[in-house]
């Protein structure tokens, strides 16, 4: 089993925050252009 | 040109480093952000030059597209190259000659990006400029790194198509279409990538003998390089005017590019006829940096009319 050191594992840590905030804007961003895109329709929808 | 027939096949990189060495600085890196940067720039021209409002979010979206593509392009080409990277001194400080970041992690890194830079394009903007950037990004690896980049001197003059699609992408988004403006953008930028190469490597020639990639300089000689060099920077200056004579650029553009164009030919005139010792490396690097000054002024004129335009229009 591989041991990571401290200096890796802090690398890791930061590697997956930067990951998780790329996965947030990617969610942020397709709501907002979807929006964007849809306009006043967006609350058009049939019930 | 024909090919040279050098047969240099990668010797495959084999140091290993811990995986997950790198940080988050290790992967920006092997996105090239310097070349980034310039891609971005060029296909904000092309959105904002080509006809048409676009919805500043989807404008973004684009941009952000745009920007990952080139990075995931640049990180599979550090990938595929990593073998000679390390032996050149200009590129054996990269992320994965240093160690901090294993080829497979760097493949793995690019290819999900390209993948994901297109389809997001695809789905947020349109499927035209989707597929321009899938093009960019394919020649870029596939035709450049992977074909011409050992095998021809005429490397960077085809693989520069690569290179010169951003604008086109920025322009396909914002108009869904690509038209002659589009293509002008592009004949710029592709005319004005074998000046700006050759002259970098005129001063270089030794470090890609030693790794065996065949640039100009190394298979022709300095002084072909430098004919060459003149060759394409006479071509390119009435090319980089022509945007004022299809309604692209206005009168501001007129005079800067013309007045660039001529400055550029003059420079490459001085590389042409300063060849020996310290004074030739200088015509060569000073080519190359106003190289660089000459594709950032030309676009930026283009974006103050295209972006200001209206503003000027309505306040005189």
């Known amino acids: 089993m591989i041991q990571l050191t401290e200096e890796q594992k802090k690398r890791r840590r930061s590697r997956s925050i930067a990951?998780?905030?790329?996965?947030?804007?990617?969610?942020?961003?397709?709501f907002v252009v979807t929006i964007v895109r849809l306009g006043a329709n967006v609350v058009n929808r049939p019930f | 040109?024909?090919?040279?027939?050098?047969?240099?096949?990668?010797s495959g990189f084999d140091a290993s480093p811990a995986v997950g060495a790198g940080g988050v600085g290790d992967y920006l890196a092997l996105m090239k952000p310097r070349v980034m940067s310039l891609v971005v720039f060029t296909g904000f021209v092309g959105l904002v030059a080509?006809?048409?409002?676009?919805?500043?979010?989807?404008?973004?979206a684009a941009l952000i597209c745009i920007a990952v593509g080139a990075g995931a392009a640049g990180a599979l080409n550090m990938w595929y190259d990593a073998d000679i990277d390390a032996k050149m001194q200009r590129t054996a400080g990269r992320p994965i000659p240093r160690g901090r970041i294993s080829p497979d992690e760097a493949l793995t890194f690019g290819a999900i990006l390209s993948v994901g830079s297109v389809v997001c394009m695809g789905l947020l903007v349109n499927w035209l400029a989707a597929a321009l950037?899938?093009?960019?990004?394919?020649?870029?690896?596939?035709?450049?790194?992977?074909?011409?980049?050992?095998?021809t001197p005429q490397n960077i003059v085809i693989g520069g198509v690569a290179g010169a699609l951003p604008p086109m992408i920025g322009w396909a988004a914002a108009s869904g279409t690509v038209s002659l403006e589009g293509f002008v953008l592009f004949l710029i930028i592709f005319l004005w990538t074998p000046p700006h190469f050759w002259a970098l490597a005129l001063n270089r020639a030794r470090d890609y003998e030693r790794v065996g990639v065949p640039m100009l300089p190394v298979v022709a000689g300095a002084?072909?390089?430098?004919?060459?060099?003149?060759?394409?920077?006479?071509?390119?200056?009435?090319?980089?005017?022509?945007?004022a004579f299809i309604g692209l650029g206005g009168t501001l553009y007129a005079i800067t590019s013309g007045l660039l164009g001529a400055l550029f030919v003059a420079l490459a005139c001085i590389v042409y006829t300063r060849r020996e010792g310290k004074a030739g490396e200088r015509a060569a690097q000073r080519l190359f940096s106003f190289s660089i000054l000459y594709l950032l002024l030309l676009f930026?004129?283009?974006?103050i009319e295209h972006a200001f335009g209206g503003l000027l229009a309505w306040t005189a």
């Open chain 1, 19 to 30: 990951i998780a905030w790329a996965l947030v804007a990617m969610a942020v961003m397709f």
């Open chain 2, 1 to 10: 040109m024909s090919d040279t027939g050098l047969d240099i096949s990668r």
């Open chain 2, 50 to 60: 080509a006809p048409g409002a676009m919805h500043p979010v989807l404008a973004l």
């Open chain 2, 133 to 151: 950037l899938a093009l960019t990004i394919g020649f870029y690896l596939f035709v450049y790194t992977m074909w011409l980049k050992r095998r």
């Open chain 2, 223 to 243: 002084d072909a390089t430098r004919r060459q060099i003149l060759i394409y920077s006479v071509l390119l200056a009435p090319v980089g005017l022509s945007p």
């Open chain 2, 300 to 303: 930026a004129v283009l974006l």
